[in-house]
């Protein structure tokens, strides 16, 4: 989902064609294959249930154990990869402004491509129905980020933390909040078990905090968007459509969209950075991806562990994550680029890492793909497998790595014929103005 796949634009110049095979970077395609692949595992409880009902009851241990897993190793550490991945790609593909030839013209392509790439996003809202949608957030976020192509990787860096330190800041003011409330609430229950009578400022305190526990549990509000998704689904395929589109635009446009471009954009930044760097490329030395893959899932791993807990219980104890949540994402994302990189260095690591070469390079039609597969065929109210609504976290996870296997599949044997994905194909196509060739011409190894 960064850099393009394969030549095939033929007369265009030099400078402007798409990257060639030789050009590609095997690691880049793998790590992106990780992601694209492992976004589905966070994708999936949201389409193959109730939204009131993802973290609710019934769950047994084995629910209780991938949730863990879930929470600790991929959630949001997919979207990181894909963001530092898409900040590499941008250097990549703007690299050619830097040579002498017509900054421009490639100014014209960088922001045609991810232009198409914002369209592309809308249609999996309204046409695909995935509210959760993250190219029309990639795409905003890209439209910033050209300008910066000439920074230093260290200024990169310092910019790119910006979100993480508003996000500590932010957090750590509700965390001394929630902390405050805790201990007035914990005083509270003495003096009531005691017998004891409460100040005013302990009753207040007794009320906020049923507030806060109500929110982790389903409520009246819970139970209403149930009875309005319950509706749609019995309703036809245009009050299903607009559920959904509803939904994105309450959670997009409504108040999230400038925190989810900010995200997105800085993490971009980061990525560049690390592409200058040459971390991401794995031009380093082997002692420092061990140094950050440990420092890495050494801090991100304890903070979310840390919460673990809590959260597991639905109480609205006072957690670190609460100020640390980005820091901790950033964090195993590192560490997972850094485990790729260290695998990549090994001959079985390669072998097992060689499938998600073909995932890379078909990225964009695996994750359209996805919501295809979820949205209209296994979860749609006209499924006749019937399967919405009947699982909890072991069956998504199971469910996600079937259809995983079947796309990771798909693409290795599309790419043995053709010489790239056909979203890629269809968006490079959009982009440079002239039609890829489609057939390989060589063997693809």
């Given at each position: 989902?960064?850099?393009?796949?394969?030549?095939?634009?033929?007369?265009?110049?030099?400078?402007?064609?798409?990257?060639?095979?030789?050009?590609?970077?095997?690691?880049?395609?793998?790590?992106?294959?990780?992601?694209?692949?492992?976004?589905?595992?966070?994708?999936?409880?949201?389409?193959?249930?109730?939204?009131?009902?993802?973290?609710?009851?019934?769950?047994?241990?084995?629910?209780?154990?991938?949730?863990?897993?879930?929470?600790?190793?991929?959630?949001?550490?997919?979207?990181?990869?894909?963001?530092?991945?898409?900040?590499?790609?941008?250097?990549?593909?703007?690299?050619?402004?830097?040579?002498?030839?017509?900054?421009?013209?490639?100014?014209?392509?960088?922001?045609?491509?991810?232009?198409?790439?914002?369209?592309?996003?809308?249609?999996?809202?309204?046409?695909?129905?995935?509210?959760?949608?993250?190219?029309?957030?990639?795409?905003?976020?890209?439209?910033?980020?050209?300008?910066?192509?000439?920074?230093?990787?260290?200024?990169?860096?310092?910019?790119?933390?910006?979100?993480?330190?508003?996000?500590?800041?932010?957090?750590?003011?509700?965390?001394?909040?929630?902390?405050?409330?805790?201990?007035?609430?914990?005083?509270?229950?003495?003096?009531?078990?005691?017998?004891?009578?409460?100040?005013?400022?302990?009753?207040?305190?007794?009320?906020?905090?049923?507030?806060?526990?109500?929110?982790?549990?389903?409520?009246?509000?819970?139970?209403?968007?149930?009875?309005?998704?319950?509706?749609?689904?019995?309703?036809?395929?245009?009050?299903?459509?607009?559920?959904?589109?509803?939904?994105?635009?309450?959670?997009?446009?409504?108040?999230?969209?400038?925190?989810?471009?900010?995200?997105?954009?800085?993490?971009?930044?980061?990525?560049?950075?690390?592409?200058?760097?040459?971390?991401?490329?794995?031009?380093?030395?082997?002692?420092?991806?061990?140094?950050?893959?440990?420092?890495?899932?050494?801090?991100?791993?304890?903070?979310?562990?840390?919460?673990?807990?809590?959260?597991?219980?639905?109480?609205?104890?006072?957690?670190?994550?609460?100020?640390?949540?980005?820091?901790?994402?950033?964090?195993?994302?590192?560490?997972?680029?850094?485990?790729?990189?260290?695998?990549?260095?090994?001959?079985?690591?390669?072998?097992?890492?060689a499938p998600l070469r073909a995932a890379g390079q078909a990225a964009f039609s695996i994750y359209l793909l996805q919501a295809?597969?979820?949205?209209?065929?296994?979860?749609?109210?006209?499924?006749?497998?019937?399967?919405?609504?009947?699982?909890?976290?072991?069956?998504?996870?199971?469910?996600?790595?079937?259809?995983?296997?079947?796309?990771?599949?798909?693409?290795?044997?599309?790419?043995?014929?053709?010489?790239?994905?056909?979203?890629?194909?269809?968006?490079?196509?959009?982009?440079?103005?002239?039609?890829?060739?489609?057939?390989?011409?060589?063997?693809w190894a």
């Open positions: 989902m960064t850099e393009p796949s394969e030549a095939g634009a033929g007369s265009l110049p030099g400078s402007l064609a798409p990257v060639a095979p030789h050009e590609r970077i095997v690691q880049l395609d793998m790590l992106r294959g990780l992601a694209i692949l492992a976004i589905l595992f966070m994708n999936i409880p949201q389409m193959a249930a109730p939204l009131a009902g993802i973290f609710g009851d019934g769950w047994s241990a084995a629910d209780f154990r991938v949730f863990a897993i879930v929470h600790l190793l991929v959630d949001g550490t997919q979207r990181g990869l894909l963001e530092l991945l898409f900040g590499a790609g941008t250097l990549l593909l703007t690299a050619r402004v830097m040579a002498p030839g017509d900054p421009v013209a490639v100014a014209d392509v960088y922001f045609r491509r991810n232009l198409w790439l914002l369209v592309f996003g809308l249609a999996n809202v309204f046409v695909l129905l995935w509210f959760g949608d993250i190219l029309f957030i990639y795409a905003l976020a890209a439209l910033f980020l050209f300008s910066f192509r000439r920074v230093r990787p260290g200024w990169l860096l310092a910019m790119g933390l910006v979100f993480a330190a508003y996000t500590s800041w932010d957090g750590g003011s509700r965390y001394l909040e929630r902390r405050a409330l805790y201990a007035t609430v914990t005083t509270a229950q003495a003096h009531r078990a005691a017998g004891v009578p409460l100040t005013a400022a302990e009753r207040a305190a007794l009320g906020q905090w049923q507030e806060l526990r109500d929110a982790y549990t389903p409520g009246e509000g819970a139970k209403r968007m149930l009875e309005r998704e319950l509706t749609a689904r019995r309703s036809g395929v245009i009050a299903y459509a607009r559920f959904h589109w509803d939904l994105w635009l309450d959670n997009t446009l409504n108040g999230g969209l400038a925190r989810y471009v900010m995200e997105a954009f800085c993490t971009m930044l980061i990525g560049m950075a690390l592409w200058k760097w040459g971390v991401t490329q794995g031009r380093r030395s082997t002692a420092f991806y061990l140094a950050v893959m440990v420092a890495g899932y050494g801090f991100g791993l304890a903070v979310r562990g840390w919460n673990l807990p809590t959260m597991l219980a639905r109480e609205p104890g006072p957690v670190i994550e609460l100020m640390l949540d980005e820091p901790a994402r950033l964090a195993v994302t590192l560490g997972h680029l850094a485990l790729v990189t260290l695998a990549l260095r090994t001959a079985v690591g390669r072998a097992m890492l295809l597969i979820c949205l209209w065929v296994l979860f749609a109210p006209w499924s006749p497998a019937e399967l919405w609504g009947r699982y909890h976290w072991l069956g998504w996870a199971m469910m996600a790595l079937a259809v995983n296997g079947v796309l990771l599949l798909a693409a290795n044997l599309w790419l043995r014929a053709f010489a790239i994905g056909p979203l890629e194909w269809l968006w490079r196509w959009l982009t440079y103005g002239e039609r890829p060739v489609l057939r390989r011409t060589h063997s």
